[in-house]
């Protein structure tokens, strides 16, 4: 049995997650970590509580840690993580490069795979948008849109970047020097070779993203629209059982799907 901590047990994912594992015949609960004076803190999930704040005694009991929280919460779950050598998913987007930085730290000492986003379907379009980016010339232009529910805090969504920074990958440069700025804030002619972002919230949606490939009398677009959180769920405990017992280092989805 592979033991889960779940950090976040409270949110959105959090729940979704732990409807999954709960599923899982081969996982199991080993509790859960909340934001103190959270409603669901004190509620027993498996052989576990919902903690208030403290990762550290779910961490000790976990083989593995998922953590669908805020950026904010990371550097102490990854030290719950180092300190108890457990296996820990990053699955909370918005992470500065402060946060990637912690994060490499932390895969020194355990394994730990971060992914803005956990389902099949998004590594897939990845691997897509990059050989798509690498075979076409700079003459098309990039452009990513992605819409969200109304509740979302980052933006553009860490999944949009994840396909913005695969599509560079295919132009052969980082993204930092092809991301556009806002097509409001900088009019004129559009920079030829750059990745540009669009964001629109509202409503439920679970999250739908659609890269747009545009050149001189045609154009491409690869989408992905997600129907629930359950493929996040899915794939997130499909990860962690993967992860489990893996050498430290830094993981990637697309290495669990052999992509
Ligand atoms: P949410 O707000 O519903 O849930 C986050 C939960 O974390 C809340 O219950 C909050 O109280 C809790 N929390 C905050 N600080 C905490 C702390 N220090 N310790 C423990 N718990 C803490 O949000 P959500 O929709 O579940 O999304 C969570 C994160 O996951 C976001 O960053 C979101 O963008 C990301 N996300 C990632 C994927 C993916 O596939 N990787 C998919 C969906 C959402």
């Known amino acids: 049995m592979i033991k889960i901590g779940i950090l976040g047990a409270g949110g959105r994912m959090g729940q979704a997650i732990i409807a999954e594992v709960q599923a899982a015949p081969d996982c199991w609960l080993a509790g859960g970590v909340e934001?103190?004076?959270?409603?669901?803190?004190?509620?027993?999930?498996?052989?576990?509580?919902?903690?208030?704040?403290?990762?550290?005694?779910?961490?000790?009991?976990?083989?593995?840690?998922?953590?669908?929280?805020?950026?904010?919460?990371?550097?102490?779950?990854?030290?719950?993580?180092?300190?108890?050598?457990?296996?820990?998913?990053?699955?909370?987007?918005?992470?500065?490069?402060?946060?990637h930085a912690e994060i490499d730290e932390a895969a020194r000492h355990v394994p730990v795979?971060?992914?803005?986003?956990?389902?099949?379907?998004?590594?897939?379009?990845?691997?897509?948008?990059?050989?798509?980016?690498?075979?076409?010339?700079?003459?098309?232009?990039?452009?990513?849109?992605?819409?969200?529910?109304?509740?979302?805090?980052?933006?553009p969504s860490g999944t949009a970047l994840f396909l913005g920074e695969a599509a560079a990958r295919g132009r052969g440069a980082p993204l930092e020097t092809l991301r556009l700025p806002a097509h409001e804030t900088e009019t004129g002619p559009r920079r030829a070779g750059g990745i540009g972002f669009a964001t629109l919230r509202g409503g439920s949606a679970a999250g739908d993203h659609r890269v747009l490939l545009a050149g001189e009398g045609e154009r491409i677009e690869l989408a992905h629209l997600a129907e629930g959180r359950d493929i996040f769920a899915k794939g997130a405990v499909r990860a962690a059982r993967w992860l489990s017992g893996k050498p430290a280092g830094r993981y990637r989805m697309a290495q669990l799907f052999g992509l």
């Open 35 to 99: 934001r103190p004076g959270h409603p669901m803190c004190g509620t027993v999930i498996g052989d576990g509580l919902i903690m208030g704040a403290n990762a550290a005694p779910v961490a000790h009991k976990a083989d593995v840690l998922i953590d669908f929280t805020t950026p904010d919460a990371l550097t102490e779950h990854l030290r719950a993580a180092m300190d108890s050598k457990t296996a820990i998913l990053v699955g909370t987007t918005g992470l500065s490069a402060r946060h």
């Open 113 to 155: 795979l971060q992914a803005a986003n956990t389902s099949l379907g998004i590594t897939l379009l990845a691997a897509l948008v990059e050989q798509a980016a690498r075979a076409l010339d700079p003459g098309w232009d990039i452009e990513i849109a992605e819409l969200h529910h109304r509740h979302k805090v980052d933006a």
